[in-house]
Nanobody, 118 residues
Framework: QVQLVESGGGLVQVGGSLRLSCAASGIIFGNTPLEWYRQSPGKGREFVARISSGALVRRYADSVKGRFTISRDNAKNTAYLQMNSLKPEDTGVYYC???????????WGQGTQVTVSS
């Protein structure tokens, strides 16, 4: 059974930083890309960042480029999202996702709340 567990969310002031973690189990983590999404109040879930299985390729939403960094430690089955220079519009629930692949659907974590106060 695949599980993704996010942690590291919280309340932070504008301009502050947070580091989110996504711990995976039940899957060969190093064989799969990993994505972060977020959902703000009243909005749909939106893509934030993606990292390839070997961490060689990273992609970001325009809204977070230059402020957020996605990384992973395959030995620890964990991915991270370092968020700097946080803005109120970064507020939302952050989810990690293992994308769908041949023969299976996607896996999602339960989310972690990030609140940026002004």
């Amino acid at each position: 059974q695949v599980q993704l567990v996010e942690s590291g969310g919280g309340l932070v002031q504008v301009g502050g930083s947070l580091r989110l973690s996504c711990a995976a189990s039940g899957i060969i983590f190093g064989n799969t890309p990993l994505e972060w999404y977020r959902q703000s109040p009243g909005k749909g879930r939106e893509f934030v960042a993606r990292i390839s299985s070997g961490a060689l390729v990273r992609r970001y939403a325009d809204s977070v480029k230059g402020r957020f960094t996605i990384s992973r430690d395959n030995a620890k089955n964990t991915a991270y999202l370092q968020m700097n220079s946080l803005k109120p519009e970064d507020t939302g629930v952050y989810y990690c996702k293992i994308p769908e692949d041949r023969g299976r659907g996607a896996y999602w974590g339960q989310g972690t709340q990030v609140t940026v106060s002004s």
